[in-house]
């Protein structure tokens, strides 16, 4: 079963798309830095009803890094060198961007290095980053590892060892997956907004699998507590202000 997509309507209030920039200003406000990352590539492209504003994309972008968002660091690696944004592309500053998005854990700045390397000749190193985006669970990665082996220059024992930690990691997700898709269907079925609140958090990775616990523990016992009154305002706050 297809889990439905974010961004064609409000994971918790059901909205209609044409209500999802509002959604996004609130949550931009409530410093959500995903909401920033999504509306700084609307502003980019000028997509969804979004005037193209590269000024404003920057500034989201440069915002949720001051945040802690390795992806929107990423982010802004790519438009160091996207000719569309300047009319100097500067590849020694995106790869410091991207070498410090992987650093904070973002995979496809290892991936992006790694194309960057080999194109520079740099071939080992580039075999290292793809190393790290496969053991992330980062599928293209292990085609490019593949590409490696068959023209002989990754071992097999290399490839072998690589391809593991591919599957580990995705084994892993898929796990996580099927959980959240358990949550979102417990959600639907119920008739307890609160709850739905609750699981749609956790399908959509605003909440974690130990808060999540927290919560419905003291839901269901009507004992919140300290620590489950702040997480329960909190989302009230978050998902229906």
């Given at each position: 079963k297809k889990l439905p997509p974010l961004e064609f309507a409000c994971a918790f209030c059901r909205r209609p798309p044409e209500e999802m920039m509002t959604r996004i200003e609130k949550r931009i406000e409530k410093e959500d830095t995903r909401a920033m990352i999504t509306l700084a590539k609307k502003c980019m492209h000028g997509s969804e009803g979004v005037r193209q504003d590269h000024a404003k994309a920057l500034k989201l972008f440069n915002r949720a890094v001051d945040l802690g968002s390795a992806?929107?660091?990423?982010?802004?690696?790519?438009?160091?060198?996207?000719?569309?944004?300047?009319?100097?592309?500067?590849?020694?500053?995106?790869?410091?961007?991207?070498e410090n998005a992987?650093?904070?854990?973002?995979?496809?700045?290892?991936?992006?290095?790694?194309?960057?390397?080999?194109?520079?000749?740099?071939?080992?190193?580039?075999?290292?980053?793809?190393?790290l985006a496969a053991a992330a669970g980062h599928d293209d990665s292990t085609k490019y590892l593949w590409d490696c082996f068959n023209k002989g220059i990754l071992s097999k024992p290399d490839l072998e060892k690589a391809l593991r930690a591919h599957k580990a990691a995705c084994d892993e997700m898929n796990?996580?997956?099927?959980?959240?898709?358990?949550?979102?269907?417990?959600?639907e079925a119920g008739n307890d907004e609160f709850l739905k609140a609750i699981y749609y958090g956790y399908y959509h990775g605003y909440i974690?699998?130990?808060?999540?616990?927290?919560m419905l523990k003291a839901h269901?016992?009507?004992?919140?507590?300290?620590?489950g009154t702040q997480l329960k305002i909190k989302i009230q706050l978050y998902f229906h202000a």
């Open positions: 992806e929107a660091i990423g982010q802004l690696g790519l438009l160091a060198m996207d000719k569309e944004f300047t009319s100097v592309p500067n590849k020694t500053k995106a790869m410091e961007y991207f992987a650093a904070k854990g973002h995979i496809l700045s290892h991936d992006i290095i790694a194309i960057i390397l080999r194109k520079e000749g740099s071939i080992d190193l580039a075999i290292k980053h793809w190393h796990s996580e997956e099927r959980e959240r898709l358990a949550a979102y269907e417990e959600a974690n699998a130990k808060k999540l616990k927290v269901r016992s009507k004992d919140w507590g300290k620590v």
